[in-house]
C-alpha cells in the first residue's frame, strides 16, 4: 500500500518561513514527479512545484518562484518544500503528489490520479 504521510504545516506571520515534509512508503517506482499542490478557500488545485526522481530536477510555479524551495532525500524517501517570505495569498491546504505522469492541470482529475497526501494547512497571518 502507498501512503504518503505529510507534516509541517502552521500559521506564521507574513515574511516567516515553514518546511513541509512528506514521507513515502509502499512504492518500488524508481522514475516518477513528486508534486506539491494546494487548494485556497474557495479556489480550485493550484499547481507549485515539482521534483523529478531519479535526477532532482525542479521546476516552480511563477507565484512561489524565488520563494520556494522543494528538495528531495532519498534515503528517507521523503520530499520537502521549503516556503520563505511567505505572504497572506500563501494561504492554503497544501499536498503532496506522487504521480509517474506528467500533470500541470490538477483540477482535471483531482485525486484520482496519483498518490496524494493527507493535506497540510498554511496559514499566513499577522
Known amino acids: 500500500e502507498v501512503q504518503l504521510v505529510e507534516s509541517g504545516g502552521g500559521l506564521v506571520q507574513p515574511g516567516g518561513s515553514l518546511r513541509l515534509s512528506c514521507r513515502a512508503s509502499?512504492?518500488?517506482?524508481?522514475?516518477?514527479?513528486t508534486y506539491w499542490v494546494r487548494q485556497a478557500p474557495g479556489k480550485g488545485l493550484e499547481w507549485v512545484s515539482r521534483?523529478?526522481?531519479?535526477?532532482?530536477?525542479?521546476y516552480y510555479a511563477d507565484s512561489v518562484k524565488g520563494r520556494f524551495t522543494t528538495s528531495r532525500d532519498n534515503a528517507k524517501d521523503t520530499t520537502y518544500l521549503q516556503m520563505n517570505s511567505l505572504e497572506p495569498e500563501d494561504t492554503a491546504v497544501y499536498y503532496c503528489?506522487?504521480?509517474?505522469?506528467?500533470?500541470?492541470?490538477?483540477?482535471?482529475?483531482?485525486?484520482?490520479?496519483?498518490?496524494w497526501g493527507q493535506g497540510t494547512q498554511v496559514t499566513v497571518s499577522s
Open positions: 509502499g512504492t518500488t517506482f524508481t522514475t516518477y514527479y
Open positions: 521534483i523529478y526522481t531519479p535526477d532532482d530536477t525542479t
Open positions: 503528489v506522487r504521480d509517474v505522469a506528467f500533470r500541470t492541470n490538477f483540477n482535471e482529475y483531482g485525486r484520482n490520479s496519483g498518490y
